[in-house]
């Protein structure tokens, strides 16, 4: 695996929707390459962020009850 390859596909890596060959190719190129090590934890750092900030059950129910009915008012309108 190239360098190239490994930034085409490294959302799959991080998304554990690579196939096992690909991953172990992946994981094999970024023990080598620093450039693409270093790249793959920013990525993996900030994957990490958005999916724990933006979680589909972080919002508290009276917040998400308040833009169900916002979101309902901006569509009833349109
Ligand atoms: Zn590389």
Redesign the pocket.
């Known amino acids: 695996m ?2 190239d390859d ?1 930034k085409r596909v490294v959302y799959f890596f991080l998304d554990g929707s690579l196939s096992e060959q690909k991953a172990h190719d992946l994981t094999v ?2 023990d ?2 620093p ?3 270093a790249r793959t934890t920013i990525h993996r750092r900030l994957r990490n962020f958005y999916v724990h900030r933006f979680r589909a059950d972080s919002a508290p129910t009276h917040l998400k009850i308040r833009l169900t009915r916002s979101i309902r008012a901006i569509q009833t309108d349109l």
Do not use: F, I, Y
């Open positions: 190239l360098c490994v190129h970024l080598r390459c450039d693409c090590g």
